[in-house]
């Protein structure tokens, strides 16, 4: 017997059993402690049939079935009709199927342990029965439930009948996270991927390409021996309000056009001090560059923002870039910097300035801010819905904008993900990225030094899937304002895909802070792919995964931040 014919002898036989355990409970004096488990029996009954009722017509709906409403008359009548199965199976697919039947399965396990610690069910058996489809039969042709309910008695202890509860509800709220499941992957599965985020898809990968010969050109332009080390803070944009201006959507292909990208040179002193130099780097790249490889020779300028000129400068080559911007800065000189194509930096003459000078700046980490505000309920949360949105969007959106790159070596962590906190002995410009709160950010860092000469970071590059997930687990964290280890009590989370992703999905099914729906949206599919029979590609250069993150994360995060903006 199919797992969708078993549903329906599910559905039939609960509300006979609920009856059964209200009628005994309203008809017979029973001792308190027995009566209260009868009530907490009676109570997962008609909650598991609520739940398995939804699920199925959730499921019927999206398959197309007509005269759902006869789903209540008569479940095992519907469920058994071929038509209605067919186009239940290829709805779910082998993977949601099998997950559907197991779950199906063991409900009725524990009906069946119930019907048969009940005499009286069916009237021409004197003992007890396991049989469901009997006990529906029985009752359809009796009048009503309580011509035989008054017959019904029970052969149990209390520590069974405890049990039998305990069991019930584990499996009650295995079918309750089904539902989300199933209700997650049918928004997924029905959506078709828009032209909107194919095209967000080709031009994100563009700024991939321009990022990494970012990555490698700054890598140039640093001696080993004038800091204790050399660090770039690059700020996440998320830059989905921005394609409309700075990519060509005109044409059939994106094509970058002044793309920009906000940094911080930090230079390290052996006193412990530090003095941040914050500029916007604008790039242009030649028209007409694939969007799906980096061109075999480089393209990229890169400039501080400034009015344009005809003219053509010459570009004096930079060999030491901490020595430039200290010479610059000491005669007030006003330059612009270049990336030439041999990736070699180079200084030419410009009409504004855009520093933003930051001494000894002021930082805070995202999980400094999520464990500030855990640990403190009921104070005002340190970070606004407002900006948990934003934060949410530019992660999300960077996990494909630096996929392969030495910025996304390790799945970023909330501990990775910084905040630069305003300063009053700072000295900002029109063009600083302004968020509506106290902070700047959110961005990451990465130290410059041999390993970070080659051109990709093709051997230490995380696996889709598992860069899915952390993404997933970071969400959550920024959803509900802790982290994954304060959540689960643990000085240290567990570091195994598997371990990390049966919480995470607990997490997500929470319904004490439930999830804005486009935000469980974005969630579910960073955690769906893994355990509903889905491929996930494990290759980076695979459109189908960029549409599929841009359709289903990027774009839900975009229209909630849209909606507070």
Known sequence: MSGIEVAGLVLGAIPILSEAF??????????????????????????????????????????????????????????????????????????????????????????????????????????????LLQIIEANQKATKQPSIIPRVKFTYSSKTLMLLVEDLSEKTEGLRRLMNLLSSSHQIIQTNQSRKS?????????????????????????????????????????????????????????????????????????????????????????????????????????????????????????????????????????????????????????????????????????????????????????????????????????????????????????????????NHGSTHNSNSLQLPTDLYGPFISLTFDATVASSTCSNAHIEPKKALLELGILLLEIWHQTTFESRFASDRAPTAYNERLVPALNWRDDTNDELLPLYATAISYCLLPHIDGSIVSTDWDDMKLWEGICGNVVEPLAKLCNDRR
């Not at 923002?305 to 060999?319: R, Y």
């Open 22 to 131: 209200k009628s005994y409970r309203e008809s017979v004096i029973t001792f308190f402690r027995a009566r209260k488990y009868i009530d907490k029996l009676y109570r997962a009954l008609l909650l598991q049939e609520r739940i398995l009722e939804e699920t199925v017509k959730l499921v019927l709906l999206g398959s197309g079935c007509e005269n759902i409403p006869d789903l209540s008359e008569s479940p095992v009548g519907y469920l058994t009709d071929a038509r209605v199965q067919e186009n239940i199976k290829d709805y779910l697919g082998p993977g949601n199927m099998k997950i559907f039947d197991d779950t199906i399965y063991q409900s009725r396990t524990i009906i069946e342990k119930l019907a048969g610690s009940l005499t009286g069910l069916v009237p021409s058996i004197s003992g007890s029965t396991s049989d």
């Open 198 to 422: 194919t095209r967000i898809a080709k031009a994100l990968r563009q700024v991939r390409s321009v990022a990494n010969d970012l990555q490698l050109a700054l890598s140039k332009a640093w001696k080993a021996d004038c800091h204790n080390k050399h660090e770039v803070k690059l700020f996440l944009e998320d830059r989905v309000d921005n394609f409309t201006n700075v990519f060509g959507f005109k044409s059939q292909t994106p094509h970058v056009h002044n793309l920009s990208f906000k940094v911080v040179f930090a230079e390290y002193f052996n006193q412990g001090q530090l003095l941040w130099n914050e500029t916007a780097i604008r790039v242009h790249q030649k028209e007409g560059d694939s969007d799906y490889q980096a061109p075999s020779t480089s393209k990229v300028k890169i400039i501080l923002p400034q009015t344009p000129t005809p003219q053509e400068i010459l570009v004096t080559t930079i060999s030491d870039m901490c020595n430039t911007i200290e010479t610059t800065k000491r005669h007030q000189q006003r330059v612009v910097f270049v990336l030439t194509e041999n990736h070699k930096v180079g200084m030419k003459p410009a009409e504004k300035d855009a520093w933003t000078i930051h001494r000894q700046p002021n930082i805070i980490s995202l999980k400094s801010l999520l464990t500030q505000t855990s640990k403190t309920p009921r104070q005002p949360p340190a970070i606004t819905l407002k900006l948990r949105m934003l934060t949410a969007l530019a992660v999300s959106s960077n996990l494909l904008q630096l996929s392969k790159t030495h910025w996304l070596k390790v799945p970023w962590s909330s501990e990775m993900v910084n905040f630069l906190m305003r």
